[in-house]
Structures are given as structure tokens and as C-alpha cells.
């Protein structure tokens, strides 16, 4: 018997997303389990992408994001994908209750006390407000050689 069987992975470009996509893929495939995509595009056109650039066109942006996402996961695994517009955390949340699903997968991307004080994290909001089961990853960095 699986542990999960609907798995939801927030997908925003970011390294750290693309660890926890890599991870929910894995367990996807362990757990015989269906994967859904989603990402978020914002509501007000004006806001900045990941790394501070601003798509010409977000929805555009955030649909090439999703199909490289899926392009990415092992042809064995169930995989659908999911565009939003809106609130991330909002989106995350709702699709995730309404979808039934049994575990959330994101990157969390470590930003700082003060960061996180003006702007809040999505990460942090889903993991306190959702019902779900939240698995937050990191992209990691490459060490750089002590020797150098």
C-alpha cells in the first residue's frame, strides 16, 4: 500500500523547486503516485519573476515553465500540470484541498528574517496553514573546494 497517492509540486523556476521536483518525481515513482504541477502566475502583471526580471508575458512564462517541468519527470511517472493566477500561497492551498492531494512538495528558498518580515514566504504560509503535508527542499549549493 502507498504512503501517497496525489502528490502536488509548486513549481516557480527556482533551483530550490526544481530539488523538490526532482525529490516528489522520485517518490512519485516509488509510491506509484500521481504527480500535479502547478504553478502560479501573478495576478498584477507588474510583479517581478523569479530573479527579479518581469516576463513580458507571465502566463506565457509560467506555462513553458510547467511544460519543461513535466518534459522533466521520467516518462513512467503520472504527471499533470496545473496553471494558476493569483496569491502562491493561496493557489498551493486551494489546490491542494480541493485536489485531494497527500502531500505537498515545494523549494524553500532560505530568504531571511527580514525578507521574509516585508514580503512573507510562500513556503512558510503553506506549511502553516495547510492540512496537508508540506515536504520543503532546498537546492543546495556547490561547495566551493577549501583548497582553492
Do not use: C, W
Amino acid at each position: 500500500m502507498s504512503l501517497y497517492r496525489n502528490i502536488l509540486v509548486a513549481v516557480d523556476g527556482s533551483p530550490d523547486a526544481e530539488a523538490a521536483l526532482r525529490h516528489a518525481a522520485a517518490l512519485a515513482r516509488d509510491q506509484n503516485a500521481r504527480l500535479t504541477l502547478l504553478s502560479v502566475a501573478p495576478a498584477a502583471a507588474s510583479t517581478a519573476g523569479v530573479g527579479g526580471a518581469t516576463p513580458a508575458d507571465p502566463l506565457e512564462f509560467h506555462a513553458k515553465m510547467l511544460r519543461e517541468a513535466a518534459a522533466s519527470v521520467p516518462d513512467d511517472a503520472s504527471v499533470s500540470t496545473l496553471l494558476e493566477r493569483g496569491d502562491a500561497a493561496d493557489a498551493i492551498l486551494a489546490t491542494a484541498a480541493k485536489g485531494s492531494h497527500d502531500l505537498i512538495v515545494m523549494g524553500s528558498h532560505g530568504h531571511s528574517r527580514f525578507h521574509r518580515a516585508l514580503l512573507g514566504s510562500v513556503s512558510e504560509r503553506v506549511l502553516k496553514a495547510s492540512e496537508t503535508p508540506v515536504l520543503l527542499m532546498r537546492g543546495g549549493k556547490v561547495a566551493s573546494d577549501p583548497g582553492t
